[in-house]
Structure formats: C-alpha cells, structure tokens
C-alpha cells in the first residue's frame, strides 16, 4: 500500500512495522519516524487507527483470559524465531493453540 507521495519513510515499512509501534516496541528513534509518516499519510493514518481500534477491542474482549504457560513460551519461541528470520509454519501453532485450550477446558 503506497498513498503515492514520496516519504522520507515507506508505508510498506510502517506497515511491516505497525505492531511494533503500538506496541510501544520500537526504539525511540523509528517511533518518531513512523509519527511523521502517519501524520502526512492518509492511508498508513486509517490504517493505523484500525489496527489500535482492533486492539483495543480484542484487549477488552479477550483481555482477561489466562494464557496457558506452554502455549505462552511457544509463541515466544516462535516470535524470536521470525525475529531471526527463521521461517515458522502457522499450520503447527494453531494446531497447538488448539489443543492447549481444548486441555483448559477439560
């Protein structure tokens, strides 16, 4: 997605990196960026709003559930192998998601 104006950030790169920033993940220096980026950008703007919309509500829906400590650690896992630019398949860890809760039920 591109609004068609040169920026001295791309909005492909805000948006590979929008989790990050509302997460408050991002070092000080590429928040500042991505602030100057979605002030003078309409589309990476709108989507940037419903993505903090979609967290919001999801934090609010789902915000007070336990999360069982194996699925936690795998997930983690999973993060610091992306991260390492490992490839991971989604297939598995929905696999286990679901068997993780399916056994917080019994």
Same mark, same amino acid.
């Given at each position: ?29 590429? !928040?500042?960026?991505?602030? @100057?980026?979605? +002030?003078?950008? =309409? ?6 709003? &419903?993505?903090? $919309? ?7 829906? !789902?915000?007070?559930?336990? @999360?069982?400590? +194996?699925?936690? =650690? ?6 610091? &192998?992306?991260? $390492? ?22």
């Amino acid at each position: 997605m591109s609004c068609g104006d040169p920026h001295e950030t791309d909005c492909s790169e805000v948006l590979d990196h929008l989790y990050e920033y509302l997460d408050h993940e991002m070092p000080e220096g590429d !928040c500042a960026k991505f602030e @100057v980026h979605i +002030d003078e950008c =309409s589309p990476c703007l709108e989507k940037y709003g &419903l993505e903090q $919309a979609v967290k919001k509500l999801v934090k609010r829906c !789902c915000g007070h559930d336990d @999360v069982p400590a +194996d699925l936690r =650690s795998k997930v983690m896992g999973r993060i610091d &192998l992306i991260r $390492a630019g490992h490839a991971v398949p989604d297939q598995d860890l929905v696999a286990e998601a679901r068997a993780a809760e399916a056994a917080q039920q019994d």
